[in-house]
């Protein structure tokens, strides 16, 4: 009996050895994270920086700030990964990069995902719960996004000269014999005009308006009241147009600036919620996006709706 019992431990001493030499071992193979140089920082109040750069800099700038426990594998693999992820959707050490307007939409993107609990990712601030944000800090970042809004000039000239003067280019577009496509193969839908109104919205850091059309299946979805998951073949194209505002105070459809599809397809885009993602910008119809990874910016886009499968915009309901 004696003899089995010190046999086990043996046993049990030879294999906490391996795992020690194998957690060892791992340590030299750990990812290398690299601090590239920081090009344009971004330039906003110093009490909104100081919250941006306690939860989010660490996987959204050059300035990453490892604690220990993040430099030991297999840790230091997942963290790597999520700063890999996160300077491609969002780096605020190359703000410079980023036009002004893409720089406002950055911005009310990233408060928007921290509002709705998707950021700082729950994973991170369990480790590094100084990230976490305080219903305070929320305030200060809602109340510096609400600062950059946009106000109409009424009746604004500039804009009602561009929607008189760009009917033609956007046909000339459609009717080109080949189609704009994304990288990800999404040819753009001209037909989508045709489609049923599913809702409106407005986005006010940049004083536009947009409008959801879905195709007949996603229509049939609402109806029956099935769009907890929406059915593949669903097709939501969310248009964006400059506001015109009358002396009233009445809102109506301005000049076309973009269009964005979410193509519902489980087995097609399953890396991707299920959903395809596409983007048409301007009178021209540029599809959006230099390589297939445009789509990390869609996803993280619509992660914190997951409850809704990923639709930010619910339809109005019947």
Not at 110 to 139: E, F, R, V
Request: glycine content about 4%; proline content about 4%; charged content about 25%.
């Amino acid at each position: 009996m004696n003899k089995l019992k010190t046999n086990k431990r043996k046993r049990i001493m030879i294999l906490l050895v391996i795992l020690f030499l194998i957690f060892a071992g791992l340590q030299f193979f750990g990812p290398k994270i690299i601090n590239p140089p920081v090009t344009g920082d971004l330039k906003v109040p110093h009490e909104v920086q100081t919250i941006l750069k306690t939860s989010c800099y660490d996987c959204h700038s050059n300035q990453t700030n490892l604690s220990w426990y993040d430099k030991i594998a297999p840790v230091s693999w997942l963290v790597a990964q999520h700063i890999k992820d996160g300077r491609s959707g969002l780096n605020f050490s190359n703000w410079d990069a980023l036009s002004p307007a893409d720089q406002k939409a950055k911005l009310w993107e990233s408060i928007n995902q921290i509002s709705l609990g998707a950021m700082p990712l729950s994973s991170y601030t369990l480790a590094h719960p100084q990230a976490k944000l305080s219903q305070k800090d929320i305030k200060v970042l809602k109340d510096y996004i609400w600062s950059l809004r946009i106000n109409n000039v009424i009746q604004d000239t500039a804009k009602i000269k561009a929607l008189n003067k760009q009917s033609a280019a956007v046909i000339k577009s459609e009717n080109k014999t080949k189609l704009p496509m994304t990288v990800n193969g999404i040819e753009y839908i001209a037909d989508y005009k045709n489609w049923a109104v599913v809702s409106t919205t407005q986005r006010l850091d940049n004083g536009t308006m947009r409008i959801i059309y879905g195709n007949s299946v996603a229509v049939k979805a609402i109806k029956e009241k099935k769009i907890d998951s929406w059915p593949d073949g669903t097709i939501l194209a969310k248009a964006a147009y400059d506001e015109i505002e009358d002396s009233d105070g009445n809102i109506s459809q301005g000049a076309f600036k973009q269009v964005e599809f979410m193509i519902k397809d489980h087995d097609k885009y399953k890396k991707t919620y299920g959903w395809g993602f596409a983007r048409f910008k301007t009178p021209e119809l540029l599809p959006y996006g230099k390589n297939a990874d445009f789509v990390i910016d869609c996803m993280n886009c619509h992660q914190p709706m997951k409850n809704n499968d990923y639709v930010f915009t619910l339809p109005i309901r019947q």
